[in-house]
């Protein structure tokens, strides 16, 4: 039994909520992206099994480091980027209030372990002989100015609300009260459109966009690290659309649907199934601008994001603080 | 700007239920044009190696050459055969078009990759091509009697 215990955390961190589904359910979102964005396009889409076969390809094709580059950060910099959005995912809370991994300002350290991606772009382009991969740095660089000040006030807007820099409290806090979708939509709005540029998709695909630059900075990657990074990627849909379903739709509450606290485990499990259905809905909405839009460029890029997620931002703060403390 | 956005979001949602424009390609086909022009066939029949073919066609694709066992005919000149260069091919039509006996058709089959660009084929058909679902049935057996009321 005491050894059983020991081994939990082991579990929770590898396999369930850990890293193994969150690669199974990053497959399952890039499935349900690709499938949705093909259907508004009026194409049939591909099978359910693509995005792991797509996977398979790349892990069993030759791993190759180009000459100039520097052999060390070019194997080191793919995992430390999954990695970090592995160890983001465990603070995200899927079930219910009483999570595992909840402490006090774990809301900030997702903020901060969701940026590193990005950083890890920029590494990868620096340390690339490539000019694609320099100029995609650059633009990576850019567009952080653009969605990263917007995205962490957003998500730290119903924190301001409830008083807490704990997610699990958040969720309480929408069970009682209202959905922060409701209280705060500016800053749904805000998180939502931030999030795209964070993941780099359509718009805001600047930083790698396929006509111009290749693939930017993974211009000379192929094989393990690509596979690598293109997990990261996904993982980092999962994980940005799970936190946004988790603070604004209220992650396993639903109105109705009453969670029987006498079996945590049918209570879980009900609340699970809410949250998964939640991130699909978020990745929904994603998967439809992604449709809806082409690539800007990377000046209207960045003065868009000043002008239409900066001010309303800055305004809901506002709006949110005054209210606060009256 | 937010109205072009949401004509173009009301368009996108509309095909979301409806039935997608391309199909699940090795399992299901779709039906080529009429016309299209997909694998060449000569009908060593009906060519009365007029040479037409061999002229117009911008690509020297084709060629009329002895055979190698040096056959001759009635007269005593020697027999030719078509030969095709098909890598070269660029699918115009000008041979089929060309072609006072319609001796030279392309066949409407799409699948025409291969291994190397050598075993890219013409093929070749006997007598009176069988009653295809163009019009080409009762044409071919008209030329083929205006053939044998020329010889």
Known sequence: MDNAGSLMPLFYVLIFPGFAFLVAFGLLVDFFDRKVVARLQNRQGPPWYQPLADMIKLLGKEDIVTDHADRGIVNAIPLFGLAAVAAAFLYVPLWNAAWPFSFTGDIIVIVYLLTIPAFVLVLLGWYSPNPFGSLGTGRVITQLFGYEVPFTLALLTPAIVAQSWRLTDLLTYQATHFWFILTTPIAFYVAVVALVGKLERIPFDIPHAETEIVEGPMTEYTGRKLALLKMMFQTEMVVGSALIAVIFLGGPHLPGVTIPIASPLIGGLIGFIITVVKTLLIVFVLSVIKALFSRLRIEQMVSWCLNWLAIPILVQVLIVVVIASR | ?151
């Open chain 2, 1 to 151: 700007m937010a109205r072009s956005v949401g004509v173009m979001l009301r368009e996108l949602l509309s095909h979301l239920f409806a039935k997608p424009a391309t199909v699940l390609y090795p399992l299901q086909r779709l039906e080529p044009p009429e016309r299209f022009r997909g694998r060449l066939i000569w009908n060593t029949d009906l060519c009365i190696r007029c040479n037409m073919c061999v002229r117009d066609c911008p690509c020297d694709v084709l060629d009329l050459v002895e055979r190698e066992d040096g056959a001759v005919d009635d007269k005593g000149k020697p027999l030719k055969d078509l030969v095709a260069i098909m890598d070269r091919c660029i699918f115009c039509g000008q041979c089929s078009w060309v072609c006072p006996k319609d001796a030279i058709r392309f066949e409407r089959v799409y699948e025409l990759a291969q291994g190397d660009r050598t075993s890219l084929k013409m093929y070749t058909e006997h007598g009176t091509p069988e009653p295809a679902p163009q019009q080409t049935a009762s044409a071919g057996e008209s030329s083929e009697t205006e053939n044998s009321g020329e010889q």
